[in-house]
């Protein structure tokens, strides 16, 4: 299987911050990587998959990079609505499987 | 607008049995592969489980082969999930998913708990 290995575990930032999380993957995902958004009590939210391909009214602050096994989300500007967990997740090959999660909180 | 509606999650015994439906509308289920995802308590997502569009092909994580069996019936716009000989640490909000581009696990229902316990 794929282990993803997501950095940091938890992010202190402030409102306005640009904010990146890196997702590390055990070997080459190709370009099958997506990003979730998760509040508590919600179903995960698609941001971002095929690496960099924003979702649908998923605001331009978002964007992700990389190739391989190494990519990266950043959020330009930090916004309130923003605090939230952020998996990582590759569909390259079965299992799919995420991140463990990063956590951004409220500086 | 897309929906997917998931229901019979419930208190179950180990070694029990419990089959999840999904039901979706505001697409054409028959061209996309769905999946199941589930999240324990305090944990991260785990899929589980996912089949193609004519449930001809599919595919499931290790901790589950043997005891779960995914299914739809595109003339009802459903997918299921048979979960047999239930353990403590299936316990978790299963969701019905749509993939997407790449298979990646675009669009997702609400979820539906299922608890493992004696």
Same mark, same amino acid.
């Given at each position: 299987?794929? *282990?993803?290995? *997501? $950095?940091?575990?938890? %992010?202190?930032? @402030?409102? &306005?911050?640009?904010?990146?999380?890196?997702?590390?993957? $055990?070997?080459?995902?190709?370009?099958?990587?997506?990003?979730? +958004?998760?509040?508590?009590?919600?179903?995960? +939210?698609?941001?971002? /998959?095929?690496?960099? !391909? %924003?979702? $649908?009214?998923?605001?331009?602050? #978002?964007?992700?990079?990389?190739?391989?096994?190494?990519?990266?989300?950043?959020?330009?500007?930090?916004?309130?609505?923003? #605090?939230?967990?952020?998996?990582?997740?590759?569909?390259?090959?079965?299992?799919?499987?995420?991140?463990?999660?990063?956590?951004?909180?409220?500086? | 607008?897309? *929906?997917?509606?998931? @229901?019979?999650?419930?208190?179950?015994?180990?070694?029990?049995?419990?089959?999840? $439906?999904?039901?979706?509308?505001?697409?054409? #289920?028959? !061209? /996309?592969?769905?999946?199941?995802?589930?999240?324990?308590?305090?944990?991260?997502?785990?899929?589980?489980?996912?089949? !193609?569009?004519?449930?001809?092909?599919?595919? /499931?994580?290790?901790?589950?082969?043997?005891? #779960?069996?995914? @299914?739809?019936?595109?003339?009802?716009?459903? %997918?299921?999930? +048979?979960?047999?000989?239930?353990?403590?640490?299936?316990?978790?909000?299963?969701?019905?998913?749509?993939?997407? !581009?790449? &298979? /990646?696990?675009?669009?997702?229902?609400?979820?539906?708990?299922?608890?493992?316990?004696?």
């Amino acid at each position: 299987d794929i *282990q993803m290995t *997501q $950095s940091p575990f938890t %992010l202190s930032a @402030s409102v &306005g911050d640009r904010v990146t999380i890196t997702c590390r993957a $055990s070997q080459s995902v190709g370009g099958s990587l997506a990003w979730f +958004q998760q509040k508590p009590g919600k179903a995960p +939210q698609a941001l971002i /998959y095929l690496v960099s !391909n %924003l979702e $649908s009214a998923v605001p331009s602050r #978002f964007s992700g990079s990389g190739s391989g096994t190494e990519f990266t989300l950043t959020i330009s500007s930090l916004q309130p609505d923003d #605090f939230a967990t952020y998996y990582c997740q590759q569909s390259h090959t079965h299992p799919k499987t995420f991140g463990q999660g990063t956590k951004v909180e409220i500086k | 607008e897309v *929906q997917l509606v998931e @229901s019979g999650g419930d208190l179950v015994q180990p070694g029990g049995s419990l089959r999840l $439906s999904c039901a979706v509308s505001g697409f054409t #289920f028959s !061209n /996309y592969w769905m999946s199941w995802v589930r999240q324990a308590p305090g944990k991260g997502p785990e899929w589980v489980a996912n089949m !193609n569009r004519d449930g001809s092909e599919r595919h /499931y994580v290790d901790s589950v082969k043997g005891r #779960f069996t995914i @299914s739809r019936d595109n003339a009802k716009n459903s %997918l299921y999930l +048979q979960m047999n000989s239930l353990r403590v640490e299936d316990t978790a909000v299963y969701y019905c998913v749509r993939d997407g !581009n790449g &298979g /990646y696990l675009h669009r997702w229902g609400q979820g539906t708990l299922v608890t493992v316990s004696s």
